[in-house]
């Protein structure tokens, strides 16, 4: 992930990411970017949309600029701020501004976390207009026919208190993420990593077992970087329940007890 300042990646010249459709999910973004329709991502965390994302810009051989929402994103971090450089004051483009200017595809990753002037920057390029304003500078943009702009979130999460107003969400196309089937999960750890199938799907089985413990009180299931980081672990020569331990269970929850309970699961699967 970037932080707010954001980063300019060009795909052009790479090959797109490893990504495994789940879905039409790839049809739809196609069609979105076509018909220049702004796209929300929502699913849990860790579930592939920032590597569906990554995937499709390189595919289309766009740049991409991500941005990291927190509660500390502003306005004018994602439009751009004037700064003193050698005793003159210059104008510095913020993340937004540059994805306009490249005819790029912008991602807001976990947008409902930002604070709400920044969606309200935003809106003028979800509708018809297409366009940024950036008052502090006194321009007008108009976003070219490569630009997309995609959010996400995370509305399900428990924790979280902040969604989008109807009136936001109704601006955007959505496409809904889950967490995939044991099966197709194994063919995304083996093809994230190399591990060896029975490895993969023993990985596959142990978290689809964590996603079903609401009587521990996990904030959330193991994600499916999880399991990734774990497989990447055991294929750097780490013992698969050290690898389990450190990239899954520890990395869900802080309680010896519950995770003595986790590690024990673990143990069946290992």
Known sequence: MTSAAGTLAAFEEQAPPFYRPVGREVEVFHAAWENRLSLLLKGPTGCGKSRFVEYMAASLGRPLVTVSCHDDTTATDLLGRYLLRGGETVWQDGPVTRAVRQDAI????????????????????????????????????????????????????????????????????????????????????????????????????????????????????????????????????????????????EPLCDDREINQGLMDLVAMAF
């Not at 920057?121 to 321009?139: A, K, M, P, Q």
């Not at 142990?206 to 499916?224: I, N, V, Y």
């Open 106 to 249: 912008l991602y807001l990753d976990e947008v409902m976390e930002a604070r709400s002037d920044v969606v309200v920057v935003i809106h003028s390029l979800t509708d018809h207009r297409r366009r940024l304003f950036i008052e502090r500078h006194n321009e007008e943009l108009a976003a070219g026919p490569g630009f997309l702009l995609v959010v996400s979130g995370n509305p399900g999460y428990a924790q979280s208190l902040k969604e989008l107003k109807p009136s936001t969400r109704q601006r955007f196309v959505s496409l809904a993420f889950d967490w995939p089937e044991p099966g197709l999960e194994r063919e995304i750890l083996q093809g994230e990593t190399g591990i060896d199938a029975e490895t993969a799907k023993r990985l596959a089985t142990l978290g689809g077992k964590f996603r079903h413990l609401e009587e521990f009180g996990l904030a959330e299931g193991a994600s499916t970087r999880l399991l990734v980081n774990a497989a990447r672990l055991i294929q750097g020569g780490l013992p698969p329940r050290l690898a389990c331990r450190q990239a899954i269970v």
